[in-house]
């Protein structure tokens, strides 16, 4: 295999015209700015992975003063210095630390590190293809997300702190520098580098949508490619339509902080002194803002859906059930993505009228999203199931996305939104539907295309550690949340003693955080295995979880192209497992139906008249007269 | 003799495909529009809630500009009727053209600044809207600075050897890109002229 795959990347280099330098192919052209696919997942994975590290560290940090808001932790002093005098953390940096969560969380973890990893691993390997559209601007894509986080934890060294406005940094309080210290140097390092990510977000969702549309292999129509494959690349359109409006916000914003314009800003005093600035108003942000941030949080639920889709059907030895409804409905979550930004906003002083519509469109938006779910589970139902830790893992995902989605119908509704607004209902809903599902799809592709990364295998015994521990604490963690904020305490609140109503939860704070802290030790299983496993793994075999999909047809060696000879073509949809007649309970996709003869069905030949024919006098000889009954 | 036939099979996959990358250009022109789409949205919304718009009469040197920036789609759609029948020289020359325009434009942009700066209509306002105008030409004109880079390739290409398949390519995405941004300055110009 190795020796192919040396001399192909000798010779095909003289034809694209992109690659240069890959001749002699040195560390630099394949580590660091590699433009072949396969690495580039691997990077944006492991830059994923430490940005989830790190993210995670923040939440360990903030849930530490939830849970203990009195008492002092001298070694907090140790490593924090003045953003934990006296080993307790600072009212303002808590504040920096929930900003910087949510932000790394949603922006670098669940998008870049979700999307970026498998759509770049997947996309050309899933519909047969040599590399992306444009190599280059994939690699570029990469470097912009990988500058974006070096600002952004950059942002820590600054004196004056991180951004400290919340995710959604709201002005007028992220557009003042004066209002709060995260909203100085911090807050314009948060807005370079979300600009920087967002450049490096289009540049990858270009890439995939243009590759998916233009370089599938013979046969591979769209409705034959498989579910992860859809749902990357509607997540890529989404990402196209919805991050420029994040852009354009930002811009506006950095001119009303940087300039002294007045597109958000109006009637403010500081202490004494009254803001020149006028007319602007903080709720456009939020439009724009949510114009976005909606569609958001579907570009990082829906790779997830489509990677569980793929591991579900694979580990129930069954073909996913619905496979249309799925795709429709992907579609349909799609469309409607763009039309429900307005359920972030019923406080706001909306239209009732207009809060009626968006209500309307939010909870429409739970059909499609039910039909998921229920595909799931018949998927599951009396499958043939291999309990691999990417199965679980998938299974978890689709347990959060009942229990967080459930809480979703509540959020929907205005009337009872008013009441839930800003709480931590709000916090345990999106921890579970978006956080916690979106994350344990992503476990569940890195267990499950890990053989095809690294070549290796990845423990499934620590696996099962790591599945049970973070399966069973996301729930410890996140459930009691959602009594808190049916009690009316609201998010982002610094110390509940302050509070008395808020005291009797300081109890349930310190439970939450314990598990909190058991989860966190329960990743140290998933690291220990993953980077352990890259160089000491059991090694992987070409097809190790008996999957149908193109991927698995590429040799284990990874070579630039791909495949070492011509690119497969493609006979039939992905999910023909456990077909009944057929010599193996899974037929890939390379597989024509001549030689399938005993297990094809009409349906399969999809109208061909010919292929029918020879069909029915196949089964006329072959087939025992049973029917006669 | 295996081995041969695979690289075969490589290096025909692998040749130069243009389609994919034309489709990641107008994406992005998908992509651009739509930030474009933002601000308008903010403007609308912003005047129809504060029951005013920007309120000017725009300065001359926007029409002078847009008649120019027209020009140069003109010259450039010229420059690639002469590719496609093997001109290069000629199409270098309406290349060069198109470029001379595209700068101009820009420093009729800065003339149009200028003087709204001097009529006391500053990026700096309490009129948001006003503010507005500003970023909605300065950050087209980031798109021509972009765009002339396009040309500048197109130009390169014209001058070496390289073959006609790829020159076509080149030129055909400078196209997509200039004229879209041409387009994108006329729907603002008349989006600006008609929500005053």
């Known amino acids: 295999m190795s020796t192919i795959s040396l001399q192909d990347t000798h010779h095909h280099d003289n034809h694209d015209d992109h690659s240069h330098g890959h001749h002699h192919e040195t560390f630099l052209t394949k580590y660091i700015f590699s433009q072949d696919h396969k690495m580039i997942a691997k990077q944006f994975l492991i830059t994923g992975i430490i940005m989830a590290v790190i993210a995670m560290v923040l939440s360990i940090l903030f849930r530490l003063q939830l849970a203990w808001p009195d008492q002092s932790f001298p070694l907090l002093e140790t490593f924090l210095g003045k953003w934990a005098e006296g080993g307790r953390i600072r009212p303002d940096f808590y504040l920096a630390l929930v900003t910087i969560h949510g932000t790394i969380m949603v922006f670098f973890v669940l998008t870049a590190g979700l999307s970026g990893t498998f759509s770049n691993l997947l996309i050309p390997l899933q519909i047969g293809a040599r590399d992306m559209a444009s190599p280059f601007l994939n690699m570029l894509s990469y470097w912009f997300f990988f500058t974006a986080c070096v600002i952004m934890m950059g942002s820590f060294f600054v004196q004056t702190g991180p951004a400290s406005a919340g995710w959604t940094i709201y002005p007028p309080l992220s557009s003042i520098p004066k209002a709060i210290p995260g909203s100085g140097l911090g807050m314009t390092l948060w807005l370079v580098s979300m600009v920087l990510f967002v450049a490096s977000s289009l540049m990858g969702g270009i890439n995939y949508v243009s590759t998916v549309l233009n370089m599938r292999t013979k046969g591979m129509d769209l409705w034959k490619m498989p579910l992860t494959i859809w749902a990357f690349f509607l997540t890529a359109i989404l990402g196209i339509l919805s991050f420029p409006v994040l852009v354009a916000g930002v811009v506006l914003l950095v001119f009303d902080r940087s300039a002294g314009t007045s597109f958000y800003l109006s009637d403010i005093v500081i202490g004494t002194e009254i803001l020149p600035n006028e007319g602007g108003s903080p709720i456009l942000w939020q439009h724009l803002f949510w114009f976005l941030g909606h569609p958001e949080v579907y570009i990082v639920i829906m790779p997830a859906l489509g990677i569980s889709s793929e591991v579900i059907s694979v580990n129930s030895r069954k073909p996913i059930f619905g496979y249309h409804a799925m795709i429709y409905s992907l579609i349909g979550i799609t469309i409607l993505s763009f039309i429900v930004w307005g359920h972030h906003m019923f406080v706001t002083g909306m239209n009732p009228l207009l809060g009626g519509v968006f209500m309307i469109t939010t909870l429409i938006i739970a059909v499609p999203s039910a039909v998921k779910t229920f595909n799931y589970l018949a998927t599951l139902w009396r499958g043939n199931i291999r309990f691999t830790p990417a199965m679980l893992f998938a299974i978890g995902l689709v347990s959060f996305f009942i229990s967080g989605g459930l809480t979703g119908i509540f959020l929907g509704n205005a009337s009872l939104d008013i009441n839930l607004h800003d709480t931590y209902f709000v916090v345990a809903h999106f921890h579970l539907v978006m956080g916690s599902a979106a994350i344990f799809g992503m476990l569940a592709g890195v267990y499950h295309w890990f053989p095809k990364m690294f070549g290796k295998m990845m423990s499934a015994k620590l696996g099962y550690l790591h599945f049970w521990l973070t399966f069973i604490c996301a729930y410890l963690v996140f459930f009691p949340l959602h009594f808190l904020g049916l009690d009316g305490v609201p998010r982002r609140y610094y110390a509940f003693t302050e509070f008395e109503f808020m005291q009797k939860w300081l109890t349930v704070n310190v439970f939450v955080t314990w598990a909190a802290i058991i989860a966190a030790l329960a990743q140290v299983a998933f690291l220990w295995n993953f980077f352990y496993s890259i160089f000491r793994g059991k090694k992987a075999p070409q097809n190790p979880w008996e999957a149908n999909t193109l991927e698995w047809t590429t040799p284990v060696e990874h070579l630039h192209g791909n495949w070492p000879g011509e690119i497969p073509t493609v006979h039939r949809w992905p999910y023909d497992y456990s077909k009944p007649g057929a010599e193996h309970d899974f037929i890939p996709q390379t597989v024509p139906f001549s030689e399938t003869m005993s297990s094809n069905l009409p349906h399969d030949f999809e109208g061909n008249t010919e292929a029918e024919e020879i069909q029915k006098a196949w089964d006329v000889k072959n087939k025992p007269v049973q029917d006669a009954e | ?196």
């Not at chain 2, 130069?16 to 992509?31: C, I, M, Q, R």
């Not at chain 2, 040309?151 to 050897?161: A, D, G």
Request: with cysteine; net charge positive.
């Open chain 2, 1 to 196: 003799m295996v081995h041969t036939m695979q690289q075969e099979d490589l290096k025909q996959d692998l040749k130069f495909d243009a389609k994919p990358k034309k489709f990641v250009v107008w994406l992005f022109v998908v992509s651009s529009t739509i930030m474009f789409g933002g601000w308008t949205s903010y403007y609308i919304v912003f005047a129809a809630s504060k029951g005013k718009g920007h309120g000017l009469v725009l300065p001359d040197a926007f029409m002078y500009s847009t008649v120019v920036l027209l020009l140069s789609s003109v010259c450039l759609f010229l420059a690639s009727k002469a590719l496609r029948n093997e001109n290069r020289s000629q199409q270098r020359m309406f290349l060069w053209i198109t470029l001379a325009l595209g700068v101009v434009f820009g420093y009729l942009q800065f003339q149009g600044w200028t003087s709204l700066y001097t009529t006391g209509a500053a990026l700096i306002n309490n009129n948001a809207a006003i503010s507005m105008i500003y970023i909605l030409s300065g950050f087209h004109l980031l798109h021509i600075i972009g765009g002339l880079c396009f040309i500048l390739s197109s130009v390169y290409s014209s001058y070496k050897q390289v073959s006609q398949e790829k020159a076509v390519y080149r030129q055909e995405i400078t196209s997509i890109f200039w004229h879209f941004i041409d387009i994108l300055w006329i729907y603002l110009y008349v989006f600006l002229l008609l929500n005053s």
